[in-house]
């Protein structure tokens, strides 16, 4: 999992080169738990992640966007179940829409849709190690307002989860909450590049960085 960190790094050195052939470019940092249901139990997920977004804006002001990361993911079981703590390194890919309406300079509406996948294998040197995978799709919808050079976006958005740690398809687990809320707060350094802080609750729970440029 080493090389894909550097690799996203290393392309953070080169922003001439993003820059020309995408329209937008970020490095996002996050941490955040979030409540799995496998039917017996529930159990709750600790997710560190860092991962590389690309993105192309439309004539019609719709955002076209992917990304990759790594994700450092810790499954603790409840106190009174049965079932063992487990650590997984990951890698997922993930795409997106995007679609802002403005209303005015201050005021926009702002709706959002993605699909990610992410495939991982339990930590540790035994070879009998077990994988996990899932997929997970968003549906996302929020208001920006703009002050000066801060952007306050509230948002509310609706995940599911389908996923399974074993082979065979008997570990299965989905979302146990399916209700996302957060905040984003966005600094604008210069007119096409911004840091972001991302706070969210609910069925994910956890904080976001974000580095942003976008033409």
């Known amino acids: 999992m080493l090389p894909l960190r550097y690799g996203l ?14 329209s937008g470019i970020s490095l996002e940092l996050g941490k955040f738990d979030s409540d799995w ?8 997920a600790q997710h560190g992640e860092i991962s590389i977004q690309v993105e192309e804006k439309t004539d019609s002001n719709l955002t076209v966007g992917a990304s ?3 994700v450092d993911l810790r499954v ?4 009174d179940s049965t079932a063992q ?23 926009s509406l702002n709706g959002a849709f993605g699909i990610r996948y992410t495939n991982g294998s339990e930590s540790g040197a035994d070879d009998d190690r ?7 799709s968003v549906v996302e919808l929020g208001l920006g307002l703009r002050f000066a050079h801060f952007r306050i976006m509230p948002y509310a958005a609706y ?10 398809g008997t570990d299965v687990f989905e979302t146990d909450e399916a209700l996302i809320r957060g905040l984003r707060l966005d600094y604008l350094v210069e007119d096409s590049a911004f840091i972001r802080f991302e706070f969210a609750s609910g ?7 974000n580095f942003v440029r976008r033409h």
């Open 9 to 22: 790094l290393l392309l953070l050195c080169y922003p001439g080169l993003a820059n020309a052939l995408w």
């Open 37 to 44: 249901d496998f039917g017996a139990d529930t159990r709750t």
């Open 68 to 70: 990759i990361g790594y």
């Open 76 to 79: 603790v079981a409840a106190s």
């Open 85 to 107: 703590t487990q650590k997984f390194d990951g890698n997922f890919v993930s795409v997106y829409l995007r679609q802002a309406l403005r209303i005015n300079d201050h005021i």
């Open 130 to 136: 077990a994988e996990i995978e899932w997929t997970q």
């Open 159 to 168: 995940h599911d989860i389908d996923g399974d740690i074993s082979d065979d």
């Open 203 to 209: 069925g994910r729970q956890g904080s976001y960085l």
